[in-house]
């Protein structure tokens, strides 16, 4: 009787998270879809990582980074590669990444609306010496296996979704 419980009220907490609604933004302030190349999910060669898995949206230096859906902010800091990171759950139980920042916004607590400033475009981690830009990737926490192809690291995009359909869909 336990195990049935557990197992419904997983099921109906997986199913609320799923039924947040998105309505998501573009992350960076004043930003189209002329901001990034449409080519780069999934790119390769991209150096030690093999491929590209989000995209780039090139903005002046401390162009405001927000939420483009409401976020729970599980980490901001800093990454070997990022630089300075936020990683933050939103609805549909899909992890944003977002790095390469300048600065991070101290005032945003644990919760982002959608819209809230969480930090500005910058070039840290492996971003030096290239134009400002948030490298912007969603990783869904619950697999979807029929995405998945022959491309190198192909398995992955079970996990890795497209920035660019999830931001701009048809």
Do not use: C
Request: charged share 15%; aromatic share 12%; glycine share 10%.
């Amino acid at each position: 009787m336990k195990l049935k419980f557990i197992t419904l009220a997983m099921l109906l907490f997986i199913l609320a998270g799923s039924l947040v609604p998105e309505q998501p933004v573009i992350p960076v302030k004043g930003a189209s879809n002329k901001d990034w190349n449409s080519q780069t999910f999934w790119y390769e060669p991209w150096g030690s990582s093999g491929t590209h898995k989000g995209i780039d949206i090139f903005a002046a230096a401390n162009t405001p980074v927000i939420a483009p859906t409401p976020l729970l902010l599980l980490y901001k800091g800093e990454f070997f590669k990022g630089g300075k990171v936020i990683v933050g759950l939103g609805p549909k139980w899909q992890i944003h990444y977002f790095a390469h920042l300048d600065s991070l916004n101290a005032s945003t607590g644990l919760f982002a609306g959608r819209g809230d400033v969480l930090g500005t475009v910058g070039t840290t981690g492996n971003a030096q010496g290239k134009p400002p830009h948030l490298h912007y990737s969603i990783l869904s926490m619950l697999p979807r296996p029929w995405l998945i192809d022959t491309s190198t690291q192909g398995y992955k995009k079970a996990f890795y979704l497209n920035p660019i359909d999830y931001l701009d869909p048809k």
